[in-house]
């Protein structure tokens, strides 16, 4: 059934970041000890196509299951270190929790309206061309978020999206200096200002090459250490 109305006030919780897909599996891997029952999907939970949910549908079958919706389930992923990134919803499901969806709305999406209250969406970044150099080597990562909403009626929600947060920045630096667009050079501090949260192997990445950015102005201030994993 579709979940009730809330009445209270509403929060947003977000922090932009820069991970790789690399990150991504270190960050899933992490959230899986921190909490067991972790699961990932590969996008929105709002939003997925028939064909992303039944990748085998011929033209005849899709149309069929437009007006005889299939049997739908969520596309999870191991973890979130996809390799060429993407967006993920991270959820824990209740126990005897089943989707409720709804659709297919006028681009054939079906989406379900009963997410997990225990969730949080990310989007992790692979390189591309600069666009502010040609030259070889400048490469950049897009600055992306990690992202969540809760109510005020919600505190074991915000406790589980206070632990994520706290889970990242274990991980992660906001040890960022920011260059001149073009030059690369750094340019002088600006006190108090958090740019972003970067991962470890987004900070290898960028030290590797003097042209390499987070978006078009950002560059590590160092390497950044964690521990591996066993």
Known sequence: MAPERRTSDFRFKTRYTVLTPNDGDRFSRMLRRAFPSIRFTRRYASDYS?????????????????FEPPDLHVPYVETMGVADGDTFTAWIEPE???????GPNERDHHWIV????L???????GARQAATR????ALELCVERIEASYYL????????????????AKM?????????WETREPLAPEPDTEHCWAGPDAIRWALEHPL???DEDLRPAGPLEVPEFD
């Open 114 to 117: 009963n997410e997990p209250e």
């Open 134 to 137: 040609a030259d070889e080597g």
């Open 96 to 102: 005897g929790w089943d989707p409720f969806w709804l």
């Open 212 to 214: 390499r950015t987070f």
């Open 50 to 66: 028939l064909r992303e949910l039944n990748p085998d549908l011929t033209m005849a079958s899709f149309r069929r299951l437009k």
């Open 153 to 168: 009626d919600q505190p074991e929600k915000k406790r589980f999206l206070d632990k994520v947060w706290r889970i990242l």
């Open 172 to 180: 992660t630096t906001n040890k960022l200096l920011r260059v001149h």
């Open 119 to 125: 969730s949080f969406n990310l989007r992790t970044c």
